[in-house]
């Protein structure tokens, strides 16, 4: 980690979708809270992993990063520019520090361009380099990426679902970003295709000084790639700490039930494993629980969690944790 | 325990605009009475494809099951008339599926589903069934069952669906349950709620079953047996502790590297298996995992190797043990 110094902090961010009803006047009614309040740092060079199950609004803060979602309130300062309130032409040259990977590598390219065009695109958009030098740089970034760069003439559906995700990585790489937002990048691939894609995500930071937002579902790959770890549980960021602290002494109730939901595949310690059961489902963040969001599921809930929000708090150095109880 | 199932040299192919799909090549493995055999696999491997051969459910054409016998006590399956089969569909033999959103009819509600088994196999009436399906939802853990028998699959979440969706397996007390990939489609919470369902019902009603996956965790603390299926072979089968202490074919061994555990501190490079999995257009004349395979060697080309046994109880279809890198 070069000097701890911050390439992205993140300050009470805050992203609801509205719900509209009504036919020809259309009226708000209510809203998706999808993300509500976020906050975070992430150092230049280390990997953030960001967790949580589905719907707990960690993709929507990576997009909302990016801008992609517009925040509905909140700050986020890359290298000290608010990115929040910047617009139009400024907001198109930092963004081409910031890029992003996708879940689904057959969703996420054109069927219709060359792997060639989808990768040096960008590179075009950001006047980075002349048609005519296109082909150069293609071959250099499949090259990069693992992939034969003879193929820069086909198109994406010859390709495997491994090989169309080094291809979404290819894109990202083109101009030359310093921070990668991760958005499940691997959840669509199979088991032995997922760690190629990970060794080489590993591989490209060390080669190039990369930074990356990790948001994934999968706790024990996030435990091999993080850095840092935060847990997201509907909308709020309840834990926050180093991965070894994190996997070793979880403080918040929802993390330490994630952790031990997790199965270890190995027979011999699954069978002695005692297990966290949370009872239900996670609660519609169209209308979230009062106090912490948590407490209807909480084992431990008490009275006050009902009433008071749960300030996030640092508890023992660079350990952040949301809980009355801790 | 006595065999209850016994599948022996299942072949199912399907036919398709490339040319024939080869997705099962001779596949064989027992279930015993009251035992959890998993099948996991990669996408492909023809994991769903072999119980759904077993089951009669493979749409023909395109599909055919060519080759094989798939005897549930005693009797051929795959030889029964439609009539039979249907007797044994989701009454003895029942199956839960991966996706709990589209395997149900959501213009009928939780209750008339969950209740038809019991009306078209044991010939109940209306109360009884109901009556029987509030006694199973119960036990699969839905809160207030009998209110939400009118209710509508849109109504009930992934997990409470795919709690209904083991009710309605199990109302008729089957022998056999057939799970494939049931938490697939769950957050792991989630997850563990429904493996610790199946554990306990497991243990009450005394049944055998099958579940299919792809995720070696999952499966660690929940079979007896395990079977490794590789482009429509199974490649290795075992008790569940010897496939993870002394896994006895390369891709097996691949597949555990492959995987980072919770439970692992420090880093580790995670050991990738190289390449892709086979198109399954030819049946090919040498090993399927030899063009990915680190332990290749000359033989791996010019014969496919057979399920040999490695240890009592332990079979690897691999000229190689991966232990010495000799061959065996």
Known sequence: MAANEVLLNVVDLVKHFPIMKGVLIQKQVGAVHAVDGVSFDIVKGETLGLVGESGCGKSTTGRAILQLHRPTSGSVFYEGKDLVKLKGESLRKTRRRMQMIFQDPYASLNPRMTVGQIITEPMLIHDMTTQKDTQGHAERLLKLVGLNPAYTSRYPHEFSGGQRQRIGIARALALEPALIVCDEPISALDVSIQAQVVNLLEDLQAKLGLTYLFIAHDLSMVRHISDRVAVMYLGIIVELTTRDELYSHALHPYTQALLSAVPIPDPAIEANRKRIILTGDVPSPVNPPSGCRFRTRCPIAAEICKQIKPEFREVSPGHWVACHMV | ?328
């Open chain 2, 1 to 328: 325990m006595s065999e209850l199932l016994s599948v022996q040299g299942l072949e199912t192919q399907f036919r398709t605009r490339e040319g024939i799909v080869h997705a099962v090549n001779g596949v064989s493995f027992g279930l015993k009475e009251g035992e959890t055999l998993g099948i996991v696999g990669e996408s492909g491997c023809g994991k769903s494809v072999t119980v759904m051969s077993m089951l009669r459910l493979i749409p023909s054409p395109p599909g055919k099951v060519s080759a094989g016998k798939a005897l549930f006590q005693g009797k051929d399956l795959l030889k029964m008339s439609d009539d039979e089969i249907r007797h044994i569909r989701g009454s003895q033999i029942s199956m839960v599926f991966q996706d709990p959103m589209t395997s149900f009819n959501p213009v009928l509600t939780i209750g008339r589903q969950v209740s038809e088994p019991l009306e078209v196999h044991l010939g109940m009436n209306r109360k009884q069934a109901d009556d029987r399906v509030v006694e199973m939802l119960t036990k699969v853990g839905i809160p207030n069952p009998r209110d939400r028998l009118n209710d509508y699959p849109h109504q009930f979440s992934g997990g409470m669906r795919q709690r209904v969706m083991i009710a309605m397996a199990l109302v008729c007390t089957p022998q056999i349950l057939i799970a494939d990939e049931p938490t697939t489609a769950l957050d792991v919470t989630i997850q563990a709620q429904i493996v610790e369902l199946a554990k306990r019902i497991r243990d009450d009603l005394g049944m055998a079953i099958i579940w299919i996956t792809h995720d070696l965790g999952v499966i660690a603390g929940l079979a007896d047996r395990l079977a490794v299926m590789y482009g429509g072979y199974i490649i290795e089968t075992a008790p569940i502790r010897d496939v993870y202490a002394h896994p006895s074919h390369p891709y097996t061994l691949g597949l555990l590297g492959s995987l980072p555990r919770m439970d692992e501190s420090g880093q580790r490079r995670l050991v990738s298996i190289d390449g892709l999995p086979p198109v399954l257009l030819e049946k090919p004349n040498f090993c399927p995992f030899a063009p990915r395979c680190k332990y290749v060697v000359e033989r791996c080309w010019k014969e496919n190797p057979p399920l040999m046994q490695v240890s009592p109880d332990h079979t690897a279809a691999c000229w190689v043990n991966p232990e010495t890198g000799r061959e065996r």
